[in-house]
């Protein structure tokens, strides 16, 4: 049996370990945030990404890149301005049928690291972008215009798989995907004035006829949630590593995008 003075000692060292893990789990939360991200993206991108060390990203080229900059909390407006690689996964992003509107500035996907975007698929405004573009038909049997998106990523291979499952469903469901507004565009974003996704030639967006955008909504009030695209197609592009822009707060319906990373592809 330990003595009483033992058993002090011991209930010491317990509460001093417990007031340690209180002061640091923070931190090592933040460090299982990084990991998780930084693994999700090695193993989505391997082509470009040789691995980590939990604090950097290592691309095969060596270029070496920081998980996080060591900024102080940001509201909403800087993380779509200023995301750090780790505030690209901040938001979770939910695949399958929306069950509510999206809980104000929930926008999983919104937060781009532009270095990160930049690097991974060119800088548009040099002709880097268009340089890896290709074409592919959309929807062969009902519209079967080409369309541009880039190689890189298998993202072309995965719009074209896309484009032929969406192309099987009933004509009444597939008309909210075509004609459509339009992929490859060297622009920023209209609120945010970041490089768009459709900048790297990774986002399409469908047929504005049946869709909603946030922004054409009178600004100022609340925003209120509206959504006609067929859940068939929005499943279809999920399956295939895109976010669909309708799972956003500022929601804009017509839009998908190549982000494999966050759909555990
Ligand atoms: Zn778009």
Redesign the pocket.
């Given at each position: 049996m330990p003595s009483a003075a033992a058993s002090r000692i011991g209930w010491r060292l317990a509460t001093a370990a417990l007031a340690l893990w209180a002061a640091t789990s923070p931190l090592r939360a933040q460090d299982d945030a990084a990991r998780a991200a930084l693994d999700a993206l090695v193993a989505t991108y391997p082509q470009a990404l040789a691995g980590h060390d939990g604090a950097a990203l290592r691309w095969r080229d060596g270029t070496v890149m920081p998980a996080t900059d060591g900024a102080a909390p940001k509201s909403f407006a800087e993380l779509l301005r200023h995301a750090s690689i780790v505030d690209q996964f901040r938001i979770p992003y939910p695949p399958g049928r929306l069950d509510a509107p999206p809980a104000v500035d929930a926008d999983p996907g919104r937060f781009r690291n532009t270095a990160f975007f930049v690097k991974l698929y060119g800088d548009c405004s040099k002709g880097e972008v268009s340089a890896r573009l290709v074409s592919i038909p959309w929807l062969p049997r009902t519209w079967g215009k080409s369309i541009q998106v880039t190689a890189v990523n298998g993202a072309a291979d995965a719009l074209r798989a896309v484009s032929l499952e969406i192309d099987a469903l009933p004509a009444d469901i597939k008309r909210a995907a075509y004609p459509i507004a339009g992929t490859y565009n060297c622009r920023a974003v209209a609120d945010t004035g970041q490089p768009s996704p459709?900048s790297y030639g990774i986002?399409i967006?469908l047929n504005t006829a049946v869709s909603d955008y946030w922004y054409w909504q009178p600004h100022g009030g609340a925003i209120r949630y509206r959504n006609r695209m067929p859940q068939e197609i929005v499943a279809i592009f999920e399956k295939h590593g895109f976010i669909w822009?309708g799972k956003w707060y500022h929601f804009?319906t017509?839009?998908f995008e190549y982000r494999p990373e966050l759909l555990g592809r």
């Open positions: 459709h986002a967006d822009g804009d017509m839009h």
